[in-house]
């Protein structure tokens, strides 16, 4: 980031003309000034002075200034690389028509300098947004990246380098924040995550790197973010893949293929990965069975540097001498970083084209992926998930490229976790085993662990629940994290003995996220030693919301504290301020809706439903929800054709099927609530409320036998619950 002046600016602003979508955009100068002429928030075409740059290569974007102390990124950037202007709209959101109305519109929240930027590219950035006001004062040390954004203030480091060396303390840590040397690979990467990752931030940085998730809590290596097998899809950074990786697992640091300063990789090409394996094995057709540059040079042996040229030495390389000088490197066999990847002669044997697949963001921004992956066509047959041959060989089928697998290195398929998370996106209840493995086992990776107790979660059954329950107590805080997120409550007293700890977690991270999960029970339902704590750990969940609240998300999350709270009327204004930042964030709407009825307010909560059901064809839960409402109203017909249309949108949702059974028994369809019970509680045999309500529907209406069966199947699965003891013996009676 930097100061918009004659020597930072890279774009062309001598007037010129973009056109795009039949509007033209103008650039040009007022002096020493930076204009554009283009769509404003109210759709008319205003000028605008660009007062910063921001990015260097492989575009530059220009920030304006605008009211509240906001900088705002122009969608139109320049690309360095080809020396042109382009809109990101073309490339980012295709799909979606961008208007002044819509968050993701260059004057709105997505497009926010202060909220979505500036934490990584400024040096000690202090956000300081007013949720009162709804304005900014933020504030950064340094513009742009300096010393400090990742050694912390470093003036007793100063002093202490200008010791005579005899004399300095041997810690070359010294005066330092934040230490960065003699770091493992682990530690290393907390310094580099707090950029380089997909996160949700709970305040600004300080410094401590002890654990993540004491300043952010990354995302999990999970669709939508990535694909099933961890591969990255949305624009994740590296962290989350880095992680997965073997190399990581080995030890391999961020610094051993980065130069810590310049963020460049050590070397252009091969050379890169050859630091540690063997040429001879690897750095051969014999392992990748691709052609190789022709002017490669290859073999065993020791590659020095003279006057920037390489001197290449040893036995089996291609020189007439045993210092001949290869005057430049191939383009070939250079690491493709930047712009589309032009597969020719040679590429296929570069290690990143295989092992290091890539896409674009930001319009023209390749990046790769950083688990270092096998290619498996396999997987591709299996869940759809991309690979490295097909990568390079578009015009080949994922059948062609399974069979050189095959023919090259024979049947050694190993399993892969990707499979079964793909299992568990589509509810499939029989790899619950190999969940509970991976999230137990520590040889797998930290985020595998962690994403198979989210599944766990979400699939609900007795079975997954202990796992996740387990989870709670794991030494591994994003582990923890998860399992709070996504621990399904079964009794007050448990959930309370489960949380207590956690609300006093040494992880800022967890207690906050704990204490919006215990905000769910009523405050006279907890002893006193959960109601302090909990309102501690709530303390925090406010504050890191209201650091977020200039995004709908914190605002969300406000309005699910309150709404807990019985603070209905700041439930509805957090949601409603939700809205306001994005109009399009359609869970807000949901928590509205359910707010308003909450407040007798049907009608308007009915009607917000029916225009997100209109908007929002594909969001098929919506369907319940209006169902559940009508129902509340008495309006059983209405009722029944919106549970009807999501049961047949999500056949896997028992609950949808369970409401269904119990709405017919109202309307004395006792044959098609009996049905619907049935098909419920065989789909999810374990659920308490299924067979509490099979047990009463067969005591309603006088099939005892029915009854006892189920409320032996209740006491035998729940001992000691008192209300299957009661329905044994009415059953009985």
């Known amino acids: 980031m930097d100061i918009a002046t004659d020597s930072t600016v890279l774009g062309d602003f001598n007037n010129y003309e973009f056109r795009h979508r039949g509007e033209v955009h103008r650039f040009f100068r007022k002096g020493e000034k930076f204009f554009v002429n283009t769509e404003g928030s109210t759709g008319r075409f205003e000028d605008f002075e660009v007062v910063y740059t921001f990015g260097y290569t492989p575009l530059q974007q220009y920030l304006v200034p605008f009211a509240g102390g906001r900088l705002q990124c122009l969608p139109i950037a320049w690309d360095t690389e080809r020396n042109r202007w382009f809109h990101m709209g073309d490339t980012v959101y295709t799909d979606e028509e961008v208007g002044p109305g819509n968050w993701l519109h260059w004057t709105r929240q997505a497009q926010n300098w202060n909220g979505m930027c500036a934490d990584c590219h400024s040096t000690n950035l202090k956000k300081n947004y007013n949720p009162v006001t709804k304005t900014y004062n933020t504030t950064w040390s340094e513009i742009d990246v300096s010393c400090e954004a990742c050694h912390g203030p470093a003036s007793e480091h100063l002093v202490w380098a200008a010791l005579p060396e005899g004399s300095r303390p041997t810690d070359v840590n010294t005066g330092l924040i934040v230490s960065t040397r003699d770091l493992d690979n682990e530690e290393l990467l907390n310094v580099c995550a707090r950029c380089h990752s997909r996160r949700a931030i709970m305040g600004d940085y300080t410094g401590d790197n002890s654990d993540l998730l004491n300043y952010m809590i990354p995302m999990l290596t999970a669709q939508p973010l990535y694909h099933t097998d961890g591969q990255i899809l949305d624009e994740v950074y590296e962290y989350g893949s880095f992680t997965l990786s073997r190399m990581f697992e080995k030890g391999v640091m961020c610094s051993d293929c980065h130069d810590s300063h310049s963020v460049r990789t050590k070397e252009p090409d091969n050379r890169l990965c050859l630091q540690c394996h063997r040429p001879d094995v690897y750095d051969s057709p014999r ?288 949601y409603r301020e939700a809205l306001d930042v994005d109009d399009q964030f359609y869970m807000a709407k949901v928590n509205l809706a359910i707010v308003c009825a909450q407040q007798g307010r049907t009608g308007e909560a009915e009607k917000l439903l029916r225009e997100l059901i209109a908007s929002h064809p594909d969001l098929a839960e919506l369907n319940s929800s209006l169902a559940m409402l009508l129902a509340e109203q008495g309006r059983y017909e209405e009722s029944r054709e919106y549970f009807l249309k999501a049961a047949k949108l999500m056949p896997e949702q028992t609950r949808i099927l369970y409401n269904l059974g119990l709405l017919e028994n109202t309307l004395g369809n006792t044959v098609h609530a009996e049905e619907y019970l049935v098909k419920a509680l065989e789909k999810d045999p374990a659920n308490y409320d299924y067979l509490y309500a099979l047990a009463t529907f067969c005591l309603e209406h006088g099939r005892k036998e029915r009854a006892l069966t189920y409320a032996r199947q209740l006491a035998a699965r729940y001992p000691g619950d008192q209300a299957a003891r009661l329905l044994i013996e009415a059953a009985d009676r």
């Open 287 to 574: 392992h990748h069975f691709h052609k190789m540059d022709p002017g490669y040079v290859t073999g065993p042996g020791s590659i020095s540097k003279d006057g920037g040229n390489s001197i290449v030495t040893g036995i089996g390389l291609r020189s007439h001498q045993d210092d001949t000088r290869i005057t430049g490197i191939s383009d070939n066999r250079r690491l493709i970083n930047r712009g589309e990847p032009k597969y020719i002669e040679g590429t296929g044997g570069q290690c990143v084209n295989c092992h290091m697949t890539g896409r674009y963001y930001m319009g023209n921004d390749y990046r790769r992926d950083h688990s270092f992956r096998i290619p498996r066509p396999d997987l591709t047959a299996k869940t759809g998930v991309p690979n490295a041959c097909n990568d390079c060989h578009k015009d080949k089928t994922t059948a062609w490229s399974q069979s050189y697998i095959l023919k090259w290195y024979g049947e050694r398929t190993r399993p892969h976790y990707g499979e079964k998370f793909a299992a568990a996106e589509r509810g499939d209840q029989g790899i619950i085993s190999d969940l509970i493995l991976y999230s137990e086992n520590e040889l797998f990776p930290l985020m595998v662990r962690a994403t198979a107790v989210r599944f766990l979660g979400r699939l609900n059954t007795p079975e997954s629940n202990l796992a996740v329950e387990r989870a709670l107590t794991n030494p591994a805080s994003l582990v923890r994290h998860t399992a709070v997120m996504s621990y399904n409550v079964t009794d007050i007293i448990s959930y309370e003995k489960l949380m207590l700890p956690l609300l006093n977690d040494p992880i800022k991270g967890i207690r906050a996220e704990a204490a919006i999960r215990l905000s769910e029970v009523r405050e006279d339902q907890l002893s006193p030693a959960a109601r302090k704590a909990r309102k501690a750990a709530l303390d925090e969940y406010r504050e890191v919301n209201l650091y977020n609240a200039d995004f709908p998300g914190g605002l969300f999350n406000l309005g699910i504290m309150y709404a807990n709270a019985g603070d209905l009327d700041g439930a509805e204004s957090a």
